[in-house]
């Protein structure tokens, strides 16, 4: 199973980025995906999660500016960020809960990452 995470660059601030992160792999399902962020010097945080079914949360930070959502046809996850801000810069990354198809246990995958620079 692999997570590839795309969609960062540099955007000037009160700008918008749409972060994806697409799951490949012997996948039977995917319970819980998240967005993580790290900035320079910062421990990594969780940004926002959202269940198999949809229900979605987020930190304090991005409330009413960022959307998580995903289409589980694709098998991806989605970070809209608007009103960005130049403490929204960071590296992010996706990470999702995978039932694999050999296996019932609940794996944690993790994507390589993808960079968000707001500055003007």
């Known amino acids: 199973v692999q997570l590839q995470a795309s969609g960062g660059g540099l955007v000037q601030p009160g700008g918008s980025l749409r972060l994806s992160c697409a799951a490949s792999?012997?996948?039977?399902?995917?319970?819980?995906m998240r967005w993580y962020r790290q900035a320079p010097g910062k421990q990594r945080e969780l940004v926002a999660s959202?269940?198999?079914?949809?229900?979605?949360k987020y930190a304090d930070s991005v409330k009413g500016r960022f959307t998580i959502s995903r289409d589980n046809a694709k098998n991806t996850v989605y970070l809209q960020m608007n009103s960005l801000k130049p403490e929204d810069t960071a590296v992010y990354y996706c990470?999702?809960?995978?039932?694999?198809?050999?296996?019932?246990?609940?794996?944690?995958?993790w994507g390589q990452g993808t960079e968000v620079t707001v500055s003007s």
């Open positions: 792999g012997s996948i039977f399902s995917i319970n819980a």
């Open positions: 990470n999702a809960d995978v039932i694999a198809v050999v296996t019932t246990t609940i794996t944690q995958y």
């Open positions: 959202i269940t198999s079914g949809g229900t979605t």
